[in-house]
């Protein structure tokens, strides 16, 4: 019954920022865990940054570079992605679960978004 719908992606240069939005509906009242994942043909999808009630979490690979966000009045998060380079070409999806604490592991996460692409050239 939960539903992510993802939004923002296009494309962009090496060096330039992108802002993706994830949109939730359908939660509960219990705690939700809202996560970023991307993923690449071929390759298995790999968790970014996570926020929940206790607090966010980030994959090494992406500190300094990507930070999320809660978007108000809605149930929303955005990812703010800075200095990106033709590696982060991928599919970005968010993701949820009902847990007051982040893991990065995209089989914790039971409800999922459509993803959205991000290009970036050189």
């Known amino acids: 019954q939960v539903h992510l719908v993802e939004s923002g992606g296009g494309s962009v240069h090496a060096g330039e920022s992108l802002r993706l939005s994830c949109t939730a509906s359908?939660?509960?009242?219990?705690?939700?865990?809202l996560a970023w994942f991307r993923q690449v043909p071929g390759k298995q999808r790999e968790g970014i940054i996570c926020?929940?009630?206790?607090?966010?979490l980030v994959n090494d690979r992406f500190k300094g570079r990507f930070t999320i966000s809660r978007d108000h009045p809605t149930n929303a998060v955005s990812l703010q992605m800075d200095n990106l380079t033709p590696e982060d070409t991928a599919t970005y999806y968010c993701?949820?679960?009902?847990?007051?604490?982040?893991?990065?592991?995209?089989?914790?996460?039971?409800?999922w978004g459509q993803g959205t692409h991000v290009t970036v050239s050189s």
């Open positions: 993701a949820a679960r009902q847990k007051t604490t982040c893991v990065l592991n995209s089989v914790s996460y039971d409800s």
């Open positions: 359908g939660l509960t009242d219990e705690p939700y865990a």
């Open positions: 926020i929940a009630r206790v607090g966010t």
